[in-house]
């Protein structure tokens, strides 16, 4: 707790803020007023500050909904332009309240900002941040109210980050802007040891480390974008995260220290809306796997857990799990590759499973962790279909109609619902 007070003691001197402010936060223009607020008190007490807001809450959502009603197959370039209107929005209602509440902001889009990406469209990673104009603002006395979630590509085509994106802005800016604190407000008190919708008696978590967070957020605990939590990672951005609503303390987000492999598991995560893929009877043979998966990547698809069985009769079958959405996408892309590998090859998908995982670094240091997760699940009646495991992660696939019990028993299993001291 003395780490958690201490870690982001700021000096007096004049230091740079950047505030995350997530889609609930900014979900009606009271909130907006609210955060408006929160960013001016930050300003008075001395502060530079620079805020990343999403879209209101459900905008996103509802224009991914507003393309699939005028097109089957939207273009990505088109679905970025519409989906950066979600937090241009919120960018120039935020600089207003603060103008109207007396203070002064100036809002900036992901491209104003100088936020630079590749062209992958929907899914576009940051290549470079010229933050000039941010600190000539930032110098000038304004708040500056950045459009998180978006850049340019170096032609001058919009992107947008993934969804969750406005965490990756966030972390990226300050990071670009060698900022003295980020802290990303949201819904919640802070990371929580499972989500406390599924799990009631979650705990709040102090400190984790970046490890630890990462494998959470990819794992499906969407607090934070895992893509921003690489960032971080990467480049040393200690980040806070906390809620909007309240000055309750957060969870600090920073690198690993010894005393955090004493807990064996820091948390669990669930992911729904999962598919399997299933390719039976591939020749055991050199580059048959890389053929496969590079048809995949070739689409852009991100795909999860991957097992292998031992090849009998120079045969072998590969599993995958990858998001739902992106079954349809897999299997057509897949086509030509599997004809190419002989007649016998075949595919067989589903969907409707979810992804439960046990993440903590002091895994690495104590053994049985699988066995016992595993038996509570078993003790439950709950069947396992697939199992991955990493230094610091066990994950299990099951029927996605057993996932929210799944993540309570094993969230109970490891004790995670005692408060620490
Ligand atoms: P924002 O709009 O602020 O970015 P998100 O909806 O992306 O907020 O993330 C906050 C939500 O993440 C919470 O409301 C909570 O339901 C969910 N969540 C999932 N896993 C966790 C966890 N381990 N700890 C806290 N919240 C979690
Ligand atoms: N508005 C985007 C989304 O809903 C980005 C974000 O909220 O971080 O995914
Ligand atoms: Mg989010």
Redesign the pocket.
Known sequence: MQEFCSAFRISTALSIIVQK?????VGTTERIRNVANRLLATQREGHQVVAVV?AM?GVTDNLLKLASEVSNSPTDREMDVLLATGEQTTIALTAMAIDDLGGSAISLTGAQAGIETDGVHTKARISNISPTEVHRLLNEGHIVILAGFQGRTAEGRITTLGR?G??LSAIAMAAAINADLCQ?????D?????????VPD?QKIDVISYDEMLE?ASS??????SRAVEFAKKFGVRFE?RS?LNDNPGTLVTHETMSMESVVIR?V??ERDQAKVTIEDVPDKPANASKIFQAIASANINIDMIVQNVSWDGKADISFTLHKNDLAKAKEVLKPTLDGLGNEVSLSAMDGIAKVSAVGIGMRSHSGVAAQLFSALGEAGINIQMITTSEIKISVTIVEAEAEEAARVVHRAFDLHQPRG
Do not use: E, H
């Open positions: 402010y997530g889609g609930t936060s999403s809450a969750g406005s965490d990303i407000f949201t819904d919640v802070g990371v929580y040891t499972c989500d406390p919708r599924v979650a959470m499906g605990s969407k607090v934070m974008q995260v909007s948390g995560s669930l």
